[in-house]
C-alpha cells in the first residue's frame, strides 16, 4: 500500500509540476501578447485561474503524503513523543473531517455549477470544480494512511517525519 501511495504522490506530483510550468508558459505568452503585441488572449485568464486552484489544491494532498506542509515542527519539537503522538493524531483528525467537507461540499459545487458555462473557455463550470472531491480523495487517503501508520509505529513517526 505504501509503494503505491508513493507511486501515486509522484503521479501527482508530475501532474502538479506540469500545470504550473504550463501556467509559466501561457502568463509569459500573455504578457507579452499583451505588452509587446498589443492583443492578450482572451482565454487565458479563465485558463489560469483554473489551473492555479488544480495546482493548489493538488499540490496540497501530494504534500500531506510528503509531509511537507506547512506546520510549526520547532513548536511540536518542545513536547515529548508521547504528546506529539497524540497532537499529530488530532491534526490528522482535524484534515479528515476538512478533507471529507472539500469532498461532500465539492460534488455539491460542481452539481450546482453544470449548468454554466466559462465564457472563455465556453466549458461547464462544474468541470473545473472536480479537483475538489479528486483532491480532498487524495488528502484524506493520505492523511488516514500516514496516522494509521503513525499510531501502529509511534517510535518511528512519533516526529510525524514520512
Known amino acids: 500500500m505504501i509503494r503505491f ?5 509522484r503521479v501527482v506530483t508530475a501532474i502538479t509540476a506540469a500545470i504550473l510550468g504550463l501556467l509559466a508558459c501561457v502568463v509569459s505568452w500573455q504578457v507579452f501578447a499583451r505588452y509587446v503585441l498589443q492583443s492578450g488572449q482572451f482565454w487565458a485568464e479563465e485558463f489560469c485561474l ?13 504534500c500531506l503524503w510528503t509531509d511537507s506542509h506547512v506546520r510549526l515542527t520547532i513548536i511540536l519539537s518542545w513536547f515529548p513523543a508521547r504528546l506529539r503522538l497524540w497532537i499529530l493524531t488530532l491534526m490528522d483528525g482535524i484534515i479528515l473531517w476538512f478533507a471529507f467537507m472539500i469532498f461532500k461540499e465539492g460534488l455539491f459545487l460542481i452539481e450546482r455549477t453544470m449548468g ?3 465564457s472563455a473557455l465556453r466549458i461547464p463550470i462544474g468541470t473545473t470544480y472536480y479537483v475538489l472531491p479528486l483532491s480532498a480523495f487524495l488528502m484524506f487517503l493520505f492523511t488516514l494512511v500516514r496516522a494509521v501508520k503513525r499510531i501502529a ?4 513517526d512519533a516526529g510525524g517525519g514520512h
Do not use: I, N
Not at 501511495?5 to 504522490?9: A, G, N
Not at 495546482?55 to 501530494?62: N, S
Open 50 to 62: 483554473v489551473g492555479m486552484m488544480w495546482a493548489a489544491l493538488l499540490g496540497a494532498a501530494a
Open 153 to 156: 509505529s509511534p517510535d518511528q
Open 116 to 118: 454554466g458555462a466559462m
Open 5 to 9: 501511495l508513493d507511486r501515486l504522490d
